[in-house]
Structure formats: C-alpha cells, structure tokens
C-alpha cells in the first residue's frame, strides 16, 4: 500500500494567480498521476509524471497551464497557472505502487478560484 | 481505450447483497477489469482487478462473463459505509498505470 499526502488540502484563489500542489508519498514509485475532478464529474486524467524525465499529458492540457515537478521517486507538484474560475476543481494525485495494479489516491485539494 | 457502460445509480438495502453491473463489450484481450470507488469528499479506493477468472478480496467479489464483455461487482453485505460511486474501468496490462475513469454507479444504501 501506500500513504499519499496532497497538500494544500483545499484554497480559494483569485483568478489570474496560481497554486502549486503538492505530492509526497511514503514509498518510492516510478509513476505518479495527476487527475482533474470538476464538480459532480468523474476523475479525467491530465499527466503522467515519471522521476527523471518530462510529464506526459493528456489531450487538451498543456504543460504551460498545468506545470509538473517530479523531483525525485516520493514527491511531486502540479501547478495550476493563470486560474480562471473554469479551474475550480479537485486535483487528486495518485501512484502506483511496484506495478501491483492498484492505483492510491490521495484525498485531493479543493481549488475554488473566484 | 475501450469504454465501459455502468447505471447511473443503483440503491440497495443494509445487509442485503449488492450486484454492480458493467458492460464493456469492446475489451481487448489484454484489458484488466479495475473497480474503484469514491465515498463522498475522498479520493478514489481500489476495490478489485480482474483479467478472466472470478476474484474475491475481503472487500468485494468480481465475477466476470466468459467472453470478458461483461463484469459484476458484488458486496456480499452491504453496509452504510458502501455508499459511493463504484468506478468499472478498463486498464491495459496489470501495472495499474493510468486508468481512464467513467461515469460510475452512484450505490445508495438505505438502512
């Protein structure tokens, strides 16, 4: 298993500005997801971030609005630039663990941009 | 990727079994069976994976058709605190590497 913790755990933002998120998980791991959860939505998938090497991101985001650090095999930020209130959303990170088939998740961050 | 087709909503009684259905009729041969689920202000839990034969975890059994078009998760006794959105979801290979999430069953249970 793994322990993921996301952190802010929540913020309110103005529109224009932007907010890092935060990553750490207890273990190392070679993959780390970033995922988008817009109100009353399903999770839609933005990045694939692996250590040593650029994200992978899914179409219709881009690396200029969704930034991602992966620094080393415990961490990674997600950063979400010039927010506009179509932004609000959960931001959830997630790992997977030895290629068990399992993905964690962590409790996400709550981005309410006015 | 290949889709799968879940209810909407699915409600059922406390301590009573609970069968979630999934369609996923264009599967392909090396297409895991993920289920996840998310209780309300969390992120999602795994719950259980298949390839072809029947699973069971302490949480729930999946029984899955012999022509892989078709799954169904099961909650032997379900409890109040099964209540969430039950995620069918289609991944390739066992690594568990990134999986695209659809709509969900939202299981209510009533006490």
């Known amino acids: 298993s793994a322990v993921i913790s996301q952190k802010p755990s929540r913020d309110i933002c103005q529109r224009g500005t932007s907010l890092t998120i935060q990553c750490q998980v207890d273990s190392q791991v070679t993959m780390m997801f970033w995922y988008r959860q817009q109100p009353g939505q399903s999770l839609t998938l933005i990045a694939t971030a692996n250590q040593g090497s650029e994200a992978t991101y899914e179409s219709g985001f881009v690396i200029d609005k969704f930034p991602i650090s992966r620094p080393n095999l415990t961490f990674s930020t997600l950063t979400v630039s010039n927010m506009s209130p179509e932004d609000s959303s959960i931001y959830l990170c997630s790992v997977d663990v030895g290629g068990s088939g399992k993905l964690f998740f962590g409790s996400g961050t709550q981005l309410s941009v006015l | 990727d290949a889709k799968t087709t879940q209810p909407n909503s699915m409600e059922s009684n406390e301590e009573e079994p609970v069968h979630l259905p999934c369609n996923h009729s264009t599967i392909s041969g090396t297409d895991y069976i993920h289920w996840y689920r998310q209780l309300p202000s969390q992120g999602p839990e795994y719950v259980i994976h298949?390839?072809?034969s029947n699973v069971n975890n302490r949480m729930a059994s999946l029984a899955i058709a012999e022509d892989r078009k078709s799954s169904t998760l099961i909650l032997h006794r379900a409890t109040l605190r099964d209540a969430a959105v039950y995620y069918c979801i289609l991944g390739a290979g066992n690594a568990g590497n990134m999986l695209t999430f659809g709509g969900g069953t939202r299981l209510m249970v009533k006490p």
């Open positions: 298949g390839l072809t």
